[in-house]
């Protein structure tokens, strides 16, 4: 009777959230298709040029020209675990990119009897246009220990105001309780130096029986993140069981709860796996979403001006809900929420705001789209 209860009020609450969203009188959004027949793609980087990196989670990184013509797989690439939600993830172009030409992947590295892990690759985008390939490539992280799992392994890249990367680390799935040790990257963001290194600044890395790397815990399952235009702080979306999906802003040395600290249910029985919070020691969510998941991934904030009333909001790309939800925000509360391009019936895996404003999305599916939201 108690999770009854605590369904129907979290429902009502949601629903509310949805109707308190700022109406806008602007005309409503054109999905204009870039390009089509991506295999999995799971995210997008905007190259100086126009032209765009796409990840395609069997292990391929493409890039799309501004016509919307897809290109061969670039050679140099490192072999990749696909495997479940495994795979080849995010993408991001290191900050100094118009000079040192670095890209930044993750992936699902292959180990030992089946084992695999999320890594952090580095490589040189080298050749003329049209004939470009990797090289120079090398692994930076990885996290450990490698599992023998085809689950939660993440994973987004966002950069610091210093040029560090944060990582997003899954659970694995298996390994939850895993998530609150600090001697394992797993359930982590971790933050290390463009080279792999530990910087300066790390809350644990003083900590002999830490990670050095590890920046904050008690994460399930990141799938997106982004980092405030105006603050610098890391926003970032993660996947609760059943119902219990989160956006939280990632701070330094801070416990984010799972699996002891939770809005989610197990699955099928709808049992309660920690305690709900607030619990001192423990952050809780800027904005969850119950009974049911949202499965939200890509962040993208926008600052264009090209969305009348949209300035300063934040845009979530969500897998179940098959939706793009915004939400609107004051300082770090947020007012509202709308969901968008419902119409589509498309997992949305990625967003971002591209160099000529407007907001692109990537659909996850064998025949995945990237799509422009114009008006």
């Not at 009020?9 to 629903?15: F, H, K, Q, V, W």
């Not at 610091?160 to 680390?169: A, E, F, T, Y």
């Not at 600090?182 to 130096?193: D, F, M, P, S």
């Not at 993208?300 to 009333?309: E, I, K, L, Q």
Request: charged letters at 20%; aromatic letters at 6%.
């Amino acid at each position: 009777m108690k999770l009854l209860v605590h369904a129907l009020i979290s429902a009502i609450a949601s629903a509310l959230v949805v109707l308190a969203a700022p109406a806008t009188a602007a005309e409503p959004l054109k999905p204009v298709t870039v390009a089509r027949g991506l295999v999995n793609p799971w995210a997008l980087a905007f190259l100086p040029d126009g032209r765009m990196l796409v990840t395609e989670k069997p292990g391929r990184l493409r890039i799309v020209d501004a016509q919307g013509r897809v290109g061969p797989a670039l050679a140099g690439m490192l072999p990749v675990a696909h495997v479940g939600q495994c795979g080849l993830l995010d993408v991001a172009l290191d900050p100094k990119f118009a000079d040192n030409r670095v890209v930044y992947w993750t992936f699902a590295e292959p180990g030992e009897r089946g084992t695999n892990g999320t890594a952090v690759a580095r490589g040189r985008l080298e050749g003329a246009a049209g004939q470009e390939r990797l090289a120079d490539v090398r692994v930076i992280f990885r996290q450990s220990p490698k599992i023998d799992s085809r689950l939660h392994c993440g994973s987004r890249i966002a950069f610091d105001r210093s040029g560090h990367l944060w990582v997003g680390l899954g659970d694995r799935s298996s390994h939850k309780d895993a998530a609150q040790d600090l001697g394992n990257h797993i359930g982590k963001v971790v933050r290390i130096t463009g080279d792999g290194g530990v910087p300066d600044g790390n809350p644990f890395s003083t900590r002999h029986t830490a990670q050095p790397q590890i920046w904050s815990l008690g994460h399930r399952n990141i799938q997106g993140m982004a980092v405030h235009p105006e603050t610098g702080e890391l926003w970032a979306s993660e996947h609760g069981p059943q119902g219990g999906d989160e956006i939280n802003v990632v701070e330094r040395g801070r416990n984010y709860g799972w699996p002891l600290v939770t809005y989610g249910r197990n699955y099928g029985s709808g049992t309660v796996i920690g305690e709900e919070g607030p619990k001192p020691g423990f952050e809780m969510p800027l904005k969850h979403w119950v009974p049911v998941s949202v499965a939200p991934s890509g962040l993208a904030f926008v600052t264009s001006d090209r969305y009348p009333g949209w300035k300063g909001s934040l845009l979530v790309g969500t897998l179940r809900a098959q939706t793009l939800v915004r939400l609107t925000l004051d300082g770090r509360r947020v007012t509202g929420e709308q969901r968008l391009l419902t119409e589509l019936g498309q997992r949305i895996r990625d967003v971002r705001q591209g160099p000529d404003g407007w907001i692109y999305i990537v659909t996850d599916g064998a025949e995945g789209q990237i799509i422009r939201l114009e008006r």
